[in-house]
């Protein structure tokens, strides 16, 4: 008689079911439109597909609460769901329904005491944050810029910490040459622009982490169109930075840190190509960087695909990666753990990670949930996935 193979315990980081429902913006995925290429300003899609998107870019767990944050594809406005059981995701407006120039909130934090959450992006042309107490109402906040707007700011990080509220972005044409910027706040309701330093040419802030003596930001250095690296900066207080180039953090492409058990600092992202994801760590608070060995984990199809990691968090064990694998044009979401940030085991391969590119990950309530869409290249759908206890 032929064998069966036993069954595959689940594992918590590398095993995920998708969340029962997660609500669309009706107009962005109206059901009667769904042949028809979209009209009018600001609009994406192609005859065939979708007329609108919707992305779901970072999450995070405030006191029970999941909160995350992103934008439609349809007029281009910001939008954020909740769910307080990770399974039903209701739909909230961030900003104006039939917003006069596109506008994204990408990164959130809590702020400080937990007293609700900001939510950093652009409108346009301008940097433009919003607060909430809890994710279901927010109130727009005007963000000052160093050099007046003569030129495209946008907020694409944010931090809270011992010293406040840290934002990081850039400033630049959408395509070309920019250079990092940096905002710090108490409240997430006034903003003060940080002046501008030459430690900030060609970068753009990609993650920022408190540390024992003040903020380390991370950055990716090049253009808008083409990423070549990443730098580091270091500083006391959020006004006075000091740029680290650092040999390893320039051979890759940095998307998000955190700090691991061991108090050590371990990032993630992927090479510049995004051929193979790249992991990082450093044990003196982000003043040099050793980049971790490849390994067949964190390359796929032999090395002629895309393998990138998106966000990492902390688990009970080590650390938790979510990102995507790509073949030619389909991607496919996958996760990473490691008990030392050097080694990675990746996830198997299994149903509900097809088409997908999960974004951010937290813990929640001894499990984990990641967001992210799903239905890429051509559809971008908002969608949810949760991971066994562990």
């Known amino acids: 008689m032929p064998q069966t193979s036993p069954a595959r315990t689940p594992v918590a980081g590398l095993d995920w079911r998708t969340a029962i429902d997660v ?24 005859p065939g597909h979708f007329p609108g998107q919707a992305t779901m870019a970072d999450l995070l767990n405030l006191a029970g609460r999941l ?44 702020l400080p005491g937990a007293d609700g959450v900001v939510a950093v992006g652009r409108s346009g042309q301008h940097p433009v944050a919003w607060t909430s107490p809890d994710g279901g109402a927010w109130t727009e906040r005007d963000v000052p810029v160093v050099d007046g707007l003569t030129d495209w700011d946008r907020m694409t990080a944010v931090a809270s910490g011992p010293l406040g509220i840290l934002a990081g972005g850039s400033v ?17 309701v006034a903003w003060t622009p940080v002046a501008d330093d030459p430690g900030f040419d060609g970068a753009e802030v990609t993650a920022i982490i408190p540390v024992a003596d003040g903020w380390l930001a991370l950055g990716r250095l090049g253009t ?14 959020g006004d006075h930075w000091t740029r680290i180039d650092d040999p390893d953090l320039a051979r890759g492409w940095v998307r998000s840190v955190a700090r691991a058990g061991d108090g ?12 193979g994801a790249y992991a990082w760590r450093s044990t003196d608070e982000g003043r040099t960087w050793a980049l971790a060995p490849e390994e067949p984990s964190r390359t796929y199809a032999g090395g002629k695909g895309k393998a990138r990691m998106m966000d990492v ?18 991607g496919t979401g996958e996760s ?23 974004s951010a990950v937290v813990p929640f309530e001894g499990r984990f949930v990641m967001v992210g869409t799903f239905g890429a290249p051509d559809n971008y759908i908002p969608r949810a996935w949760i991971s066994p206890p562990g």
Not at 264 to 275: K, N, T, W, Y
């Open 313 to 330: 968090t902390v688990t009970p064990t080590g650390l938790l990666a979510v990102g995507n694998v790509v073949d030619v044009q389909f």
């Open 67 to 110: 909160i995350a944050v992103g934008y439609v594809g349809w007029d281009w406005r910001p939008v954020a769901w909740t769910s307080t059981d990770a399974d039903q995701w209701a739909l909230v407006e961030i900003g104006r329904a039939q917003p006069t120039e596109p506008a994204f909130a990408v990164a959130l934090t809590p």
């Open 172 to 188: 630049g044409p959408e395509l070309f040459e920019r250079r990092a910027r940096f905002w710090r706040s108490t409240d997430g």
């Open 336 to 358: 990473w753990i490691t008990t030392d940030g050097v080694r990675w085991d990746r996830s198997p391969d299994q149903p509900p990670m097809g088409q997908a590119e999960p």
């Open 264 to 275: 050590s600092l371990v990032a993630v992202g992927s090479q510049p190509d995004e051929i």
């Open 224 to 237: 808008g169109q083409r990423t070549t690296g990443s730098v580091a900066w270091r500083s006391p207080d």
């Open 23 to 46: 609500a669309l913006p009706e107009d962005a995925f109206p059901t009667a439109l769904a042949s028809q290429a979209p009209p009018g300003r600001f609009t994406a899609g192609h």
